[in-house]
């Protein structure tokens, strides 16, 4: 019983921030959150009526726009979190993103998958800190 009284105090330190209209949440999800320094992006995709590349860019621009929100930014990023569903395109996609990132470059995963929302191309999530 203890267990679940301190896991339950240290959820009340997590903020959320959610995409709102009307006041009503729209999405069962938060952008991010934030816990002890650390923020947490959601999976961001881009227009997945244009390229590849440009479906990239607009991913990596959405998880750097969640990032300043949060009052951090891409130098920051600790781990990325890649669902790619052609993992032949695996080096495109790093061609790409080594102009967000730099060395030390932050961990990654890239996973393959075989579809997403919107029948988005890439998925992006990240961790960094504050």
């Known amino acids: ?6 896991i339950a105090a240290m959820l009340l330190f997590i903020t959320t921030v959610s995409a709102q209209t009307n006041n009503v949440v729209s999405k069962p999800f938060s952008n991010y959150t934030e816990y002890k320094g650390l923020v947490f992006v959601s999976g961001q995709i881009g ?13 990596l621009q959405n998880v750097s726009a969640m990032l300043k929100q949060a ?9 990325v979190t890649v669902y790619l569903r052609n993992i032949q395109q695996i080096d495109e996609f790093n061609s790409i993103y080594r102009t967000y990132f730099q060395p030390p470059y932050p ?4 996973i393959a998958v075989s579809d997403l929302v919107r029948k988005a191309n890439v998925e992006i999530s990240v961790v960094a800190a504050k």
Not at 51 to 57: P, Y
């Open 1 to 6: 019983m203890k267990k679940i009284i301190t």
């Open 47 to 59: 227009n997945t009526d244009a390229g590849f590349s440009e479906e990239i860019h607009q991913a």
């Open 71 to 79: 009052g951090t930014s891409m130098k920051k990023v600790l781990n």
């Open 107 to 110: 961990a990654r995963t890239c």
